[in-house]
């Protein structure tokens, strides 16, 4: 039996669950309602923050059979298939494996045919700063005029990699590392969900340990019940993910003003030699 990972169970399937980038999603919404969308977008930021879920929900809200909607319904057939990645319309290409002029050469011959039942035709090209220098040229042609039913949507995690021509002919969206509150209160929901007893403290340090992005903490808390079961302990989250206890930080036992002036030093010798004479204390005390 195949195990889907919390990271694709719980991906976001409309604007409002995209977590942290009301800018992004708000924006997006204005545009289909208002009819005024691009022919080409941008998306940049970190790993994890929405930019392939934000550019598959657009896809859907472009394509949705009940029409033009600022949220896909989810429930037709063209919805359905963008979901499961099995639209013909819909196509999503990875920068990374299909960065040569061949493959851009060969997209430039199919974006003149339309769409074959869907509104537009939608090319996801995922990493697209993985492009070759020659292929990001044989796309520029494409990009400026494209036809009536096409929309690209780029995304990447260096858009300084891209060039300047390409930047300008798309609309850019920058999507912000998500707010420490927000991946924590995302984790709260998921585990209520699936019926996950741990404690806020367990959910803090795994939040912190994902730098903002959801995905990571996702990837982090699928990892820690691999190891705990569905009741997860304080102690297990601080094993799985390699962190220092707090309460190790705090003891006075293991930090001094002496250990604390060594390390900001640099001199690890004295360090070594503070930590040791410590331990020996202790176990005198004892």
């Known amino acids: 039996m195949s195990y889907l990972v919390l990271a694709r169970k719980w991906r976001p399937q409309l604007f409002e669950e995209v ?49 033009l909607r600022t949220n896909p319904c989810n429930e037709c057939a063209s919805c359905q298939e963008i979901t499961h990645g099995t639209s013909m319309d819909v196509i999503e290409i990875d920068g990374a494996s299909n960065r040569g002029i061949d493959e851009i050469r060969e997209l430039r011959e199919n974006v003149r045919y339309t769409p074959a039942k869907s509104r537009y035709k939608v090319y996801i090209i995922d990493e697209v700063h993985m492009l070759t220098k020659e292929a990001f040229n044989a796309l520029l042609k494409t990009l400026e005029e494209p036809p009536p039913h096409i929309v690209f949507i780029f995304a990447t995690t260096e858009p300084h990699k891209i060039p300047a021509t390409i930047l300008s002919r798309c609309q850019r969206y920058d999507f912000k590392r998500i707010p420490f509150r927000e991946v924590v209160e995302s984790l709260k929901w998921i585990v209520e969900k699936e019926g996950i007893q741990i404690s806020q403290r367990g959910l803090l340090s795994i939040a912190q340990g994902s730098e903002g992005s959801l995905r990571d903490a996702q990837s982090l808390l699928d990892q820690v019940i691999a190891y705990s079961g569905r009741e997860i302990r304080d102690e297990d989250v601080v094993e799985v993910l390699g962190l220092i206890d707090r309460r190790v930080l705090s003891d006075s036992r293991f930090i001094t003003l002496d250990m604390t002036s060594s390390i900001s030093a640099g001199n690890f010798f004295n360090i070594f030699a503070i930590s040791s004479s410590s331990r020996l204390a202790n176990i005198q005390r004892a």
């Open 19 to 67: 977590i942290g980038q009301r800018h992004v999603t708000q924006t997006l919404q204005n545009a289909i309602s208002q009819q005024r969308v691009a022919h080409a977008f941008l998306f940049t930021g970190a790993r994890g923050v929405g930019k392939t879920s934000s550019a598959r929900i657009l896809a859907k809200a472009l394509n949705c059979e009940k029409g």
